[in-house]
């Protein structure tokens, strides 16, 4: 059973940068595509950007690219969400995810674990 925290979220204004982090414990980091995904009120959960168990794949949301930067260590098994000009479109509780031997999907349901999420508000 793999544990996932996330951390790193708050208030910020437009233009603002956080980074968000997640540690996992209770499994091999190493052997885990690791995804960040969003959900904002009313709407359902889009993906945001994951990287693959190498770290050598990688992939974001159009909306992102450019702005947000994903990158693990896996001496600390953790992932990390770089996030910079932020909007208040980027408003959400944002969730890691981990994929047991995966390349990092868009795809939420392949998605084997899951963190508790951790709310980011961009104010205008």
């Known amino acids: 059973q793999v544990e996932l925290v996330e951390s790193g979220g708050g208030l910020v204004q437009t233009g603002g940068s956080l980074k968000l982090s997640c540690v996992a414990s209770?499994?091999?980091?190493?052997?885990?595509?690791m995804g960040w995904f969003r959900q904002s009120p009313g709407k359902e959960r889009e993906f945001v950007a994951a990287?693959?168990?190498?770290?050598?794949?990688?992939e974001y949301e159009d909306s992102v690219k450019g702005r947000f930067t994903i990158y693990r260590d896996n001496a600390k098994n953790t992932v990390n969400l770089q996030m910079k000009s932020l909007k208040p479109a980027d408003t959400a509780v944002y969730y890691c995810?981990?994929?047991?031997?995966?390349?990092?999907?868009?795809?939420?349901?392949?998605?084997?674990?899951w963190g508790h999420g951790t709310q980011v508000t961009v104010s205008s």
């Open positions: 995810a981990a994929e047991i031997a995966g390349l990092g999907t868009v795809r939420a349901d392949k998605y084997d674990y």
């Open positions: 990287v693959s168990w190498s770290g050598g794949r990688i």
């Open positions: 209770g499994g091999i980091f190493n052997s885990l595509a």
